[in-house]
Each structure stands twice: as C-alpha cells, then as structure tokens.
C-alpha cells in the first residue's frame, strides 16, 4: 500500500527513472528551443514589420523561417546563425553615456529678473525669498531626468537577451542587427 491507503502501481524506483528520462527529454529540447523562442518577439523586417514564424513539413527544426507581417519579405536563418550574431553584439555592447542637460526655461529667466530687481531694493525681504525659493525649484525642473531604462548591461550578463533586447532587425540577406534597450 502507497501514500494515503491506495495501492502502489508504479514503485518508486521506477517512477524515478520514469521522471529523470522525461526530464532529460524536456531538459534538452527546452535548452534547444529556447532561447530563440525568447526572442521571437524582438524579430523585426529591414522595413520596420514584425517577422512572423511560419512552418511547412520541409523546414528543418533548427532554422527560422520568418515572414514580415508588413511587406511580407521572407527571411531564412538558422538558429545558431542568429544566436552567434546576438551573443557577438552583445558582447560588443557599450551603454549610451547618460548627461542631465541644462537650459533655462523662460519661468527661470523671468524669476531671475524678479530677484535681481528685488535684491536692489530689499524693502520687502520676505517676497524676494519667496522669489528665490521659488527660482531654485523652477530650474531644477529643467534638469532632464534621464528615462527610467532596465539595466541593460545586467541584463546581458546574465545573458537575460529577450529582456535586453529591443528588437533585432534581420535583412534578406541575414544581416542581423541587434538594438538593445
Ligand atoms: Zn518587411
């Protein structure tokens, strides 16, 4: 008798060769597939169009065949081909460098004025203060903040490539072009 009073069909040894077979099958066709199942939806046309897989008996299982949504351009590529292209780029990646820019605003520029004048006759302090308190929060709102943007390096480190990437744009011709985030 097994767990719970019911009759033991199947011994555990087995069930254990069963469930190590199944998941050395699965284990292997998932590392096979994946990672150029995950960047399905990153496959771009050199129009702009999203490629979408297609399939036909004579396809060979580890090659890509994509048809552009807009243009209806075909693209062939073997999967290894892509991968080596992705693995190259992003190996070769170097992050945009990120600069807060500064303009005035017209606001800032009036309050400037503002202060000035009444920094020359300071009959009522307490309006030049509110003035200049006022100043500092308008010029600090001309301060870009940069785009919250995920950590594109990490992310290709641990070579995350469908949440680094962008879109990947594929020519006719193969040409593969990897624009990460
Ligand atoms: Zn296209």
């Given at each position: 008798?097994?767990?719970?009073?019911?009759?033991?069909?199947?011994d555990?040894?087995?069930?254990?060769?069963?469930?190590?077979?199944?998941?050395?099958?699965?284990?292997?066709?998932?590392?096979?597939?994946?990672p150029?199942?995950?960047?399905?939806?990153?496959?771009?046309?050199?129009?702009?169009?999203?490629?979408?897989?297609w399939?036909?008996?004579v396809?060979?299982?580890?090659?890509?065949?994509?048809?552009?949504?807009e243009?209806?351009?075909?693209?062939v590529?073997?999967?290894?081909?892509l991968?080596?292209?992705?693995?190259q780029q992003?190996?070769?990646?170097?992050?945009?460098?990120?600069?807060a820019s500064?303009?005035?605003?017209e606001?800032?520029v009036?309050?400037?004025?503002?202060?000035?004048?009444?920094?020359?006759?300071?009959?009522?302090p307490?309006?030049?203060?509110?003035?200049?308190?006022?100043?500092?929060?308008?010029?600090?709102?001309?301060?870009?903040?940069?785009?919250?943007s995920?950590?594109?390096?990490?992310?290709?480190?641990?070579?995350?490539?469908?949440?680094a990437i962008?879109y990947?744009?594929?020519?006719a011709?193969n040409?593969?072009?990897?624009t990460?985030?």
């Amino acid at each position: 008798m097994g767990a719970d009073g019911y009759p033991v069909l199947i011994d555990a040894e087995t069930f254990q060769s069963v469930q190590s077979r199944l998941q050395k099958k699965w284990g292997d066709h998932t590392r096979r597939d994946c990672p150029v199942s995950a960047l399905r939806e990153t496959l771009r046309c050199s129009c702009g169009g999203h490629l979408k897989r297609w399939f036909s008996s004579v396809h060979k299982t580890d090659t890509l065949y994509l048809r552009c949504a807009e243009c209806g351009g075909e693209v062939v590529i073997p999967d290894a081909d892509l991968l080596a292209e992705v693995e190259q780029q992003a190996a070769e990646y170097t992050p945009p460098t990120v600069s807060a820019s500064y303009t005035p605003s017209e606001e800032v520029v009036r309050l400037s004025n503002a202060i000035n004048r009444g920094l020359e006759k300071p009959e009522r302090p307490e309006d030049v203060v509110a003035l200049i308190l006022q100043g500092i929060s308008t010029r600090y709102a001309c301060f870009e903040t940069p785009e919250a943007s995920p950590d594109t390096q990490r992310l290709i480190k641990e070579k995350a490539y469908a949440q680094a990437i962008k879109y990947i744009t594929i020519t006719a011709e193969n040409g593969v072009t990897v624009t990460f985030k």
